[in-house]
Protein backbone atom coordinates (compact mmCIF):
# COMPACT_ATOMS: atom_id res chain seq x y z
CA UNK A 1 0.00 0.00 0.00
CA UNK A 2 1.35 3.58 -0.88
CA UNK A 3 0.66 6.80 1.10
CA UNK A 4 1.95 9.23 -1.11
CA UNK A 5 -0.07 12.07 0.60
CA UNK A 6 1.33 11.19 4.34
CA UNK A 7 3.97 13.28 5.64
CA UNK A 8 5.10 11.38 8.46
CA UNK A 9 7.17 13.14 10.93
CA UNK A 10 7.67 9.48 13.08
CA UNK A 11 7.55 6.03 13.10
CA UNK A 12 9.12 3.47 15.30
CA UNK A 13 9.00 0.59 17.19
CA UNK A 14 10.32 -0.57 20.36
CA UNK A 15 10.19 -3.23 23.43
CA UNK A 16 7.85 -1.79 26.00
CA UNK A 17 7.11 -3.48 29.13
CA UNK A 18 2.96 -2.99 30.24
CA UNK A 19 1.61 -4.17 33.70
CA UNK A 20 -2.10 -4.99 33.61
CA UNK A 21 -3.21 -4.07 37.00
CA UNK A 22 -7.18 -4.83 38.43
CA UNK A 23 -8.46 -2.88 42.01
CA UNK A 24 -11.15 -1.66 43.70
CA UNK A 25 -10.57 1.29 45.94
CA UNK A 26 -13.27 2.19 49.37
CA UNK A 27 -15.36 3.99 47.44
CA UNK A 28 -15.97 0.47 45.51
CA UNK A 29 -14.60 1.98 42.02
CA UNK A 30 -13.26 -0.84 39.56
CA UNK A 31 -9.96 -0.31 38.14
CA UNK A 32 -8.37 -2.28 35.46
CA UNK A 33 -5.35 -0.43 33.76
CA UNK A 34 -2.54 -0.90 31.61
CA UNK A 35 0.61 0.80 32.72
CA UNK A 36 3.51 0.95 29.83
CA UNK A 37 6.58 1.98 30.71
CA UNK A 38 8.69 3.19 27.72
CA UNK A 39 11.63 5.21 26.82
CA UNK A 40 9.89 7.79 25.22
CA UNK A 41 7.99 10.63 26.88
CA UNK A 42 10.50 11.44 29.36
CA UNK A 43 10.05 8.34 31.39
CA UNK A 44 6.40 9.27 32.31
CA UNK A 45 4.16 5.98 31.96
CA UNK A 46 1.31 5.64 29.54
CA UNK A 47 -1.71 5.09 31.87
CA UNK A 48 -4.95 3.44 30.12
CA UNK A 49 -7.85 2.96 31.89
CA UNK A 50 -8.97 -0.59 29.88
CA UNK A 51 -13.12 -0.21 30.73
CA UNK A 52 -13.06 3.26 29.45
CA UNK A 53 -10.36 3.06 26.78
CA UNK A 54 -8.78 6.41 27.77
CA UNK A 55 -4.82 6.66 27.76
CA UNK A 56 -2.53 9.65 29.85
CA UNK A 57 1.14 10.27 29.98
CA UNK A 58 1.40 10.31 33.57
CA UNK A 59 4.41 11.15 35.46
CA UNK A 60 4.61 12.33 39.45
CA UNK A 61 4.18 16.14 37.99
CA UNK A 62 1.25 14.83 36.56
CA UNK A 63 0.05 13.23 39.83
CA UNK A 64 0.52 16.89 41.82
CA UNK A 65 -1.50 18.26 38.95
CA UNK A 66 -4.98 19.46 41.18
CA UNK A 67 -7.86 18.11 39.26
CA UNK A 68 -5.89 16.29 36.29
CA UNK A 69 -6.89 12.73 36.69
CA UNK A 70 -10.65 14.03 37.11
CA UNK A 71 -10.36 15.65 34.03
CA UNK A 72 -8.29 12.98 31.92
CA UNK A 73 -10.25 9.75 32.98
CA UNK A 74 -13.45 11.16 33.88
CA UNK A 75 -13.74 10.20 37.53
CA UNK A 76 -14.90 11.88 40.83
CA UNK A 77 -12.21 14.06 43.31
CA UNK A 78 -12.41 10.43 45.72
CA UNK A 79 -11.94 7.92 42.48
CA UNK A 80 -9.39 10.12 41.88
CA UNK A 81 -7.63 10.39 44.54
CA UNK A 82 -7.53 6.23 45.33
CA UNK A 83 -6.09 6.19 41.37
CA UNK A 84 -3.65 8.81 42.33
CA UNK A 85 -2.62 6.46 45.70
CA UNK A 86 -1.94 3.62 43.37
CA UNK A 87 -0.12 5.64 40.71
CA UNK A 88 1.95 7.07 43.05
CA UNK A 89 2.99 3.42 43.53
CA UNK A 90 4.39 2.55 39.80
CA UNK A 91 4.97 6.38 38.12
CA UNK A 92 8.05 6.84 40.20
CA UNK A 93 10.29 9.42 39.35
CA UNK A 94 11.14 10.26 35.64
CA UNK A 95 14.30 9.74 33.69
CA UNK A 96 15.26 11.98 30.97
CA UNK A 97 16.71 10.30 27.94
CA UNK A 98 17.22 11.27 24.34
Known sequence: MILPDYDFMSDTTEETNT????????????????????SR??????????????TAIIGPDDLEEEGYLEYV??????????????????????NFTD
Do not use: C, H, N
Not at 24 to 33: A, C, M, T, V, Y
Not at 41 to 54: E, N, P
Not at 73 to 94: H, I, R, S
Open 41 to 54: FYGKKLVTDLQAGK
Open 73 to 94: FKLTEEEALELQQFLYLVVGTV
Open 19 to 38: RFVTFIGPSLKRFDLAVTST
